[in-house]
């Protein structure tokens, strides 16, 4: 087998369909796109889920579920994450600055700490919300949860 002997299979290559090059090449005139009209022109795009007018699938399904204006979406952040944390950056409070410079929390983002894991030291800890639990896990370990409007 050489090099200068390799072609692709017989029917792999195909060339490309050349549209508007005269009348002889029988793709002339309309170009294969038939006659005037918004499909022909150039620049057509038709949205997507348009059906032709009928009504698209998202309009014939029903609505589900409730969508609160009012939730307060809180990020979570459990005591073993705090603790991991405290480890890490070697920490006695960790505030809403410190999580933000760490990339932790992102900005306008609202905190709530939560008693999953253990905390084996005494942390302040600076929050806009905490669980009852936490609470008491913190303070029995003799840290602070400050809560922040």
Known sequence: MKLNNLKPAKGSIQSNKRVGRGQGS???GTSTRGHNGQKSRSGYSK???????????QGRLP???????????YVPLNLSRIQE??????????????LREN??????????VLAY????????????????????VVTGQGGTITLVK
């Open 26 to 28: 029988g793709r002339g």
């Open 47 to 57: 949205k997507r889920g348009f059906e032709g007018g009928q009504m698209p699938l």
């Open 63 to 73: 609505k589900r579920g409730f969508f609160s204006r009012n939730r307060i979406a």
């Open 85 to 98: 944390i405290a480890d890490k950056y070697n920490l006695d409070a960790i505030t809403l600055e410190v």
């Open 103 to 112: 990339k932790i929390l992102k900005k306008g983002e609202l905190l709530k």
């Open 117 to 136: 894991g253990e905390l084996k030291k005494a942390v302040s800890i600076e929050a806009h919300a905490a669980s009852k639990k936490a609470m008491e």
